[in-house]
């Protein structure tokens, strides 16, 4: 279905949090999506992604996820020198902001006239992936999807060590993951331990495996693989559907 594309501004902690929506065009009431960049923020290659989602039918809200230090609209380059921005800008974000952040988004979704409250969801890439696992400690989440989530088991997220794996047991939701097994940033001993906590603390989940580097879904970078990123997205819209049907 078509779509429509807008900024809206989110104040966290007096912070301005820009956050891009991705809506379908025609009225009516549609799941809410809470959407997770990597560390690169809001490029081309993510509003991409997210107005792919939107397309199926979902609110999509994607947060600019370091607002606190990074000028609105800041898009960082994939690049070396992104990198390092990009991980120096994690590194300094401490824990409870993501936290705050997530629930203004929440908050947000709830209140839009065109996003049933009963059904939302979290969709993240790499960092965001992470950040979608958290998202997943609340309530009001009903379906979580992580793609290669990075830091989980060694509680690398931002400032401090983060609790992650250890509060798998707050989790209501069913949750979706999509991995690389060429990717070096969640390796097969990380994918194990997420399997392992998921499967003690009883979530139900499914995990997706593929041939493909980290980043595989970025249609920017030279890591992209269309066939993995099909296969995936096939599985991600089955899985939400499912959840949100009815």
């Known amino acids: 279905m078509q779509i429509t594309k807008r900024n809206i501004e989110l104040r966290v902690n007096d912070s301005l949090m820009r956050v891009y929506v991705a809506s379908p065009k025609a009225a009516g009431v549609y799941p809410g999506i809470l959407f997770y960049s990597d560390i690169y923020q809001l490029g081309g290659a993510i509003t991409r992604l997210a107005d792919y989602l ?5 609110i999509v809200a994607a947060p600019e996820i370091f607002h606190r230090l990074e000028p609105v609209g800041l ?6 020198i992104g990198r390092m921005r ?12 993501y936290d705050a952040d997530c629930r203004a988004v929440i908050e947000f979704l709830k209140k839009e006239i065109s996003v049933s409250p009963d059904k939302i969801g979290t969709l993240g890439f790499c960092i965001g992936g992470h950040l ?10 009903k379906a979580t999807v992580c793609c290669y989530p990075t830091g989980l088991p060694s509680g690398k997220l931002g400032q401090g060590v983060a609790d ?6 707050e989790i209501k939701s069913e949750m979706l993951f999509v991995f690389g097994t060429l990717d070096p940033h969640v390796p097969e001993k990380d994918r194990q331990t ?3 906590a998921l499967e003690n603390a009883g979530v ?5 495996l593929y041939e493909a580097e980290h980043t595989f879904m ?3 970078g030279y890591r992209y693989d269309s066939a993995a990123s099909t296969a995936a997205w096939w599985e991600i819209i089955a899985f939400l559907e499912r959840i949100f049907a009815g």
């Open 194 to 196: 997420i399997i392992a």
């Open 132 to 141: 979608a696992f958290r998202a997943a400690f609340q309530s009001e989440i």
């Open 54 to 58: 939107a397309g199926f039918g979902y």
């Open 75 to 80: 898009v960082i380059e994939p690049d070396d």
């Open 164 to 169: 992650t794996i250890q509060r798998v047991s």
């Open 218 to 220: 970025r249609d920017d």
């Open 86 to 97: 990009g991980n120096d800008d994690a590194r300094r974000t401490p824990i409870v902001d």
């Open 204 to 208: 139900t989940h499914k995990v997706l």
